[in-house]
């Protein structure tokens, strides 16, 4: 009698590719617990009053005793002293509605004095935050302005057009 012929046994590799290719067949066969499309967070939602804290009803300055005034400041300020090269302050409004904060007004030195970007910009800035579930973010700012570029951001970032105009 003829024995039948011996199969080498699977190596590990072989082992090893296994779940690999069975990997794809388990997402056919488990339900998916992903729901369709994410629930819009509308203003009778619970999730809603997660974004206005504090709750800027309407467009009103963030006074100079607020810590949200510094730690807004403290987002923007890096970014500037790096062009600066020396410490920088702001003086001006910043203003907040809803969920998002404005300041246009000037950098100025220590000591006061207005700086002027080096790139032959003005002492001019702008900066606009939101706050989100994460807290607050720094969207877009510009040191040395020269341009109303922030006249676009209602369209750009969906910023309530009354708190860049200042109404």
Same mark, same amino acid.
């Given at each position: 009698?003829?024995?039948?012929?011996?199969?080498?046994?699977?190596?590990?590799?072989?082992?090893?590719?296994?779940?690999?290719?069975?990997?794809?067949?388990?997402?056919?066969?488990?339900?998916?617990?992903?729901?369709?499309?994410?629930?819009?967070?509308?203003?009778?939602?619970?999730?809603?009053?997660?974004?206005?804290?504090?709750?800027?009803?309407?467009?009103?300055?963030?006074?100079?005793?607020?810590?949200?005034?510094?730690?807004?400041?403290?987002?923007?300020?890096?970014?500037?002293?790096?062009?600066?090269?020396?410490?920088?302050?702001?003086?001006?409004?910043?203003?907040?509605?809803?969920?998002?904060?404005?300041?246009?007004?000037?950098?100025? =030195?220590? *000591? !006061?004095?207005?700086?002027?970007?080096? #790139? $032959? &910009?003005?002492? @001019?800035?702008?900066? %606009?935050?939101?706050? =989100?579930? *994460? !807290?607050?973010?720094?969207?877009?700012? #510009? $040191? &040395?302005?020269? @341009?109303?570029?922030? %006249?676009?951001?209602?369209?750009?970032? !969906?910023?309530?057009?009354?708190?860049?105009? $200042?109404?």
């Amino acid at each position: 009698m003829r024995q039948p012929a011996s199969r080498p046994l699977p190596s590990v590799l072989d082992l090893m590719k296994l779940p690999v290719l069975l990997l794809p067949c388990l997402f056919l066969i488990l339900p998916s617990n992903v729901p369709a499309q994410t629930p819009a967070i509308t203003p009778d939602s619970p999730q809603w009053e997660q974004f206005f804290d504090p709750p800027f009803t309407e467009p009103a300055e963030i006074p100079r005793a607020n810590p949200l005034r510094k730690h807004l400041f403290d987002m923007l300020r890096p970014p500037l002293e790096e062009v600066a090269g020396q410490p920088i302050l702001f003086s001006g409004n910043l203003r907040a509605f809803k969920n998002w904060a404005f300041f246009l007004s000037r950098t100025v =030195t220590k *000591d !006061g004095s207005p700086f002027a970007s080096p #790139d $032959g &910009g003005s002492s @001019d800035t702008i900066a %606009l935050w939101i706050r =989100t579930v *994460d !807290g607050w973010r720094l969207v877009n700012y #510009d $040191g &040395g302005a020269t @341009d109303a570029t922030f %006249l676009y951001w209602p369209d750009m970032y !969906g910023v309530p057009v009354e708190l860049i105009r $200042g109404e």
